[in-house]
């Protein structure tokens, strides 16, 4: 796993709705790949070449992130904001974020809300927080400063302003939006690993780089009825959760190896892919670990219903703090989740296929 290529991607600019950064930064390592793009800011990477009878395995993972957009702007020069995607309202004020002009510039501003020293004795016994009481402060004095001088107006994007740093002794990467940048680095790993050996593979695999997850699995929607896939991987930086339950409980753990998702709120896995998947990792020496989700969903919620309906294989990569500014993640997970894809990819026959698409359940 190349960690220069994942931090560039989870650096772009790229909340919901305003992905182009990050699917020219992704462009930009998806050497021999044909791309194209479509007018919701999909991105498609397919191995120039291929055989058009091969059935296809669509590797998905979203591009956007969480984020805001400023709503409106005070007179007195603040912003009010809404917020792109999930993120807890109590793990925003103090923190920085950039907000992208028209014009492209990049104006830092701190989300703030009423200083302790302003409060009233019930106000500060509350302590509530709701999106109308927070502000972006970009430093400007009034109205007319914001708009004249910054270049910033409404419906501009922001995200949280956070640089990536990869530790290579402990193997730690540090950084904004590994949710879900950890998969879109995943499939640019495994397709530029697969694309030399195309030709002996059973199936074409059509990157499809989403946007508008994080506002309702909105891209997937339409990538899937793109690329019509038989079989989907999707790729998550899902919520390590090894702070909050026992050892034996905990189904994320940080350097755990890839998480094999069995179920959450969007999709119920196909066990037939999955079991297939685990063996494979037995075989190969790839570390997993199984989840059963009680939230969350991701893409395969959407992918898994189109057409004739798509066995979706769920693969995760633990992720430290999701939806807030600051990620921990292990490169080892990365790379276990992308030699996973690859193994699967490899292993596929038409006979396998049928198995997991149940087409030989009746017979
Ligand atoms: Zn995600």
Redesign the pocket.
């Known amino acids: 796993m190349n960690v220069k290529m994942f931090g560039e991607i989870c650096d772009a600019f790229g909340p919901s709705g305003f992905e182009e950064d990050v699917i020219r930064t992704v462009a930009k390592y998806c050497k021999g790949l044909e791309l194209e793009n479509d007018a919701m800011n999909n991105l498609y990477a397919r191995m120039p070449g291929e055989d058009p009878e091969k059935p296809v395995v669509m590797l998905d993972a979203?591009t956007d992130e969480c984020g805001f957009m400023v709503q409106s702007i005070r007179e007195n020069g603040s912003l009010e904001i809404l917020m792109l995607g999930g993120v807890i309202l109590t793990n925003l004020p103090a923190h920085t974020v950039m907000i992208r002009t028209r014009s492209g510039k990049l104006v830092r501003g701190i989300i703030s809300s009423k200083p302790i020293h302003f409060m009233t004795e019930a106000e500060r016994a509350s302590q509530s927080l709701s999106i109308e009481t927070l502000s972006v402060d970009v430093g400007a004095v009034s109205r007319k400063e914001v708009t004249e001088v910054f270049g910033i107006s409404i419906g501009d994007p922001a995200v949280p302003e956070v640089s990536f740093s990869y530790d290579e002794e402990r193997d730690l990467c540090f950084g904004k939006a590994f949710?879900?940048r950890a998969g879109c680095a995943c499939i640019i790993d495994t397709m530029t690993r697969l694309c030399g050996e195309k030709d002996q593979l059973a199936v074409r695999v059509t990157g499809a780089f989403a946007a508008q997850?994080?506002v309702g699995t909105r891209g997937a929607t339409v990538t899937s009825q793109i690329v019509r896939p038989d079989l989907a991987i999707v790729f998550?930086?899902s919520p390590s959760d090894d702070f909050y339950f026992s050892a034996a409980q905990t189904q994320g753990h940080m350097r755990g190896g890839v998480q094999i998702r069995r179920m959450d709120k969007s999709y119920i896995s196909n066990p037939v892919f999955i079991e297939y998947a685990e063996e494979l990792a037995k075989k190969f020496g790839i570390p997993f670990q199984e989840t059963v989700r009680r939230g969350g969903s991701?893409n395969a919620g959407k992918i898994s219903l189109t057409a004739k309906a798509v066995p979706v294989l769920v693969l995760g990569v633990p992720s430290r703090y999701v939806h807030t500014h600051y990620n921990f993640c292990a490169k080892s997970d990365l790379e276990a989740a992308a030699d996973l894809a690859v193994e699967v990819i490899r292993g596929l026959d038409a006979e396998k296929i049928r198995h997991i698409c149940r087409q030989d359940i009746l017979k």
């Open positions: 979203h949710d879900n997850e994080e998550e930086g991701t």
